[in-house]
Structures are given as structure tokens and as C-alpha cells.
């Protein structure tokens, strides 16, 4: 496995993430940056950032929230409430010069870990991009179609435990 750091998002390194947004989202909207630093403040150990010898490699960005509740790409007015009853996972990517080396697992193991430690059994996300195949690699299960970001996406929900 490679060497690796996982650092929370911040102003520092907010242009990294932009950067791999880019690159691993170029066919949607890329999520602002407002939302993103807003993430970060409300759940900061679900808004990380992998790097692989200093270059931005991967990130991840999750938070508790209602197991069939989608969340708005752009939301910036959002609060943890107390009702929260899984974890989110709403951005994963992995910088294309990076895949294939195992850092998918590096991310989603984490995802776990903190999944876990704060006590959700069941995990969910919208899969985009037919997205779909590679989700359900990682146990995850197709609930439901939505329309997602101005395209047709699955909802899908797997159990931690």
C-alpha cells in the first residue's frame, strides 16, 4: 500500500480539492467550494482530503444524516439535527493519475471506521456517473432511482455490521 496522509478540509487546502473536482467530475456541476467548507465545519471528520507524496490523490466527504433523506449537492444551510440515523457518504473520487492503486480502499475504510465509531449501521449514497456496479462492489444496494445533479442516479444503502 502506498504512503499516505488523510487531512481534513480547510482553507488550506481547499484549492487542492477544487483541483480534483475538476478533474474527476469534469461531465456535472462541480459542487461549490462555499459547501464544501461549509461541510467541514459542521462534520469535519467526514471532509478529508488524501495525499500521496504531497499530491492531492483522493477525498471524501460524508455525514451523518436520515437513511432516504438525498441531499443537495450545493447545500450550505446544513445542520446535524439529532435525527441523523446513518452515514452519508454524498463525494468520493480519486485523482486519475492515482487509479488502480488501492486508494479506494484506503478512503473507504475510513468511511467505515468513523462510520462505526459513531454507532450507524447503515450507510447510503447516490450513485451517479453509472456508478452503480462499482458501489455495490463495497456491499452497497440499489433502493430507488432519483434524479440527481440533472441526471437519472440509484440511491443505495448497505449495512456496516
Given at each position: 500500500m502506498l504512503?499516505h496522509?488523510?487531512?481534513?478540509l480547510?482553507?488550506?487546502?481547499?484549492?487542492d480539492l477544487?483541483l480534483?473536482?475538476?478533474?474527476c467530475?469534469s461531465?456535472s456541476p462541480e459542487e461549490d467550494?462555499k459547501s464544501f467548507l461549509h461541510?467541514?465545519?459542521?462534520y469535519?471528520?467526514?471532509?478529508v482530503?488524501?495525499?500521496?507524496?504531497?499530491?492531492?490523490?483522493?477525498?471524501?466527504?460524508?455525514h451523518p444524516?436520515?437513511e432516504?433523506?438525498?441531499k443537495?449537492?450545493?447545500?450550505n444551510?446544513?445542520v446535524?439535527?439529532?435525527?441523523?440515523n446513518c452515514?452519508?457518504?454524498?463525494?468520493?473520487?480519486i485523482?486519475?493519475?492515482?487509479?488502480?492503486?488501492?486508494?479506494?480502499?484506503i478512503?473507504?475504510?475510513?468511511?467505515?471506521?468513523?462510520?462505526?465509531?459513531e454507532?450507524?449501521?447503515?450507510?447510503?449514497?447516490?450513485?451517479?456517473q453509472?456508478s452503480?456496479?462499482?458501489?455495490m462492489?463495497y456491499?452497497?444496494?440499489?433502493?430507488?432511482q432519483?434524479f440527481y445533479?440533472?441526471?437519472?442516479s440509484?440511491?443505495?444503502?448497505r449495512?456496516?455490521?
Open positions: 504512503e496522509t488523510i487531512k481534513q480547510d482553507n488550506n487546502n481547499i484549492e477544487m480534483l473536482e475538476k478533474v467530475f461531465e467550494r461541510a467541514a465545519d459542521i469535519p471528520k467526514g471532509s482530503l488524501l495525499y500521496i507524496k504531497g499530491k492531492i490523490a483522493g477525498s471524501l466527504f460524508f444524516y436520515m432516504g433523506v438525498i443537495d449537492i450545493n447545500s444551510n446544513f446535524l439535527s439529532g435525527k441523523e452515514m452519508y457518504l454524498y463525494s468520493f473520487s485523482h486519475s493519475d492515482f487509479k488502480g492503486k488501492g486508494l479506494t480502499h478512503l473507504f475504510d475510513y468511511f467505515n471506521k468513523v462510520s462505526l465509531e454507532g450507524y449501521n447503515v450507510q447510503a449514497l447516490i450513485a451517479i453509472n452503480e456496479r462499482f458501489w462492489r456491499g452497497f444496494n440499489p433502493v430507488r432519483v445533479d440533472n441526471s437519472l440509484t440511491y443505495m444503502t449495512e456496516t455490521n
